[in-house]
């Protein structure tokens, strides 16, 4: 089952706009990541946030989580056509297995040149 | 590049055969899982081996099933497919205890 759910399914942007995706999700976490997927390919992990952190910057990429709305966000500033791609947030329990990553349905992003 | 690869890259096979699955894992990373990704959904975990032993497992009935190697290489085979199997299949391995993952490029099964 899908735990992640992300807002929106869909975000069309100019290039050097800045991109903000959420995700909410329901149950007690040990961490949120976020990945890219390019063309149903292979998963990218682009950063991750624990449930004791509140922001994280890495590059480009800001990731926010509020674990008091069971919610997080990612933002993509200074955006590129090559950063058009599905972007997915995932989960992982406070207890069981450590790999067990869930899924939202992912975000698809498009930059115009 | 991650480091993991994948093979098939892509399959066809008829509903009612088995197909076997291989990943082979970054050297070192002790613990892999494999997810289910069916067209325009996120991926679903079906299960995970540390150390050649299954230690967590998603909602998939028992005809998914896996092997991982002592040199931590893995297979998922699935038996009986059902048309509802196509999907995009992946594997990500680990160093048992770390939080990142890393994915292989995935195996495109179609079921007819």
């Known amino acids: 089952s899908q735990q992640g759910e992300e807002d929106p399914q869909a975000l069309s942007i100019q290039e050097g706009e800045n991109a903000t995706m959420n995700c909410s999700y329901k149950?007690?976490?040990?961490?949120l990541q976020w990945y890219r997927q390019n063309s149903g390919r292979g998963l990218v992990h682009l950063i991750l946030i624990r449930s004791n952190e509140r922001e994280k910057h890495s590059g480009r990429l800001r990731v926010t989580l509020d674990t008091s709305k069971k919610s997080s966000s990612l933002l993509i500033t200074a955006s590129r056509a090559a950063d058009t791609a599905s972007y997915f947030c995932?989960?992982?329990?406070?207890?069981?297995?450590?790999?067990?990553?869930?899924f939202g349905k992912g975000i698809t992003l498009s930059v115009r040149p | 590049e991650t480091g993991v690869t994948q093979s098939p890259t892509h399959l066809i096979k008829t509903r009612g055969q088995q197909v076997t699955l291989r990943c082979s894992s970054q050297?070192?990373?002790?613990?892999v899982s494999w997810y289910q990704q069916a067209l325009g959904q996120g991926p679903q975990f079906i299960f995970q081996?540390?150390?050649?032993?299954?230690?967590g497992r998603g909602n998939f009935p028992p005809r998914f099933s896996g092997l991982q190697f002592p040199n931590y290489s893995s297979e998922l085979n699935v038996n009986a497919l059902e048309l509802d199997d196509s999907a995009l299949y992946l594997c990500?391995?680990?160093?048992?205890?770390?939080?990142?993952?890393?994915f292989g490029p995935g195996t495109r099964l179609l079921v007819l």
């Open positions: 990500a391995s680990k160093v048992g205890g770390q939080e990142t993952q890393y």
């Open positions: 149950t007690s976490i040990n961490n």
């Open positions: 995932a989960t992982v329990p406070r207890t069981g297995a450590n790999s067990k990553l869930t």
């Open positions: 050297s070192g990373h002790n613990t």
């Open positions: 081996y540390y150390r050649e032993e299954e230690n």
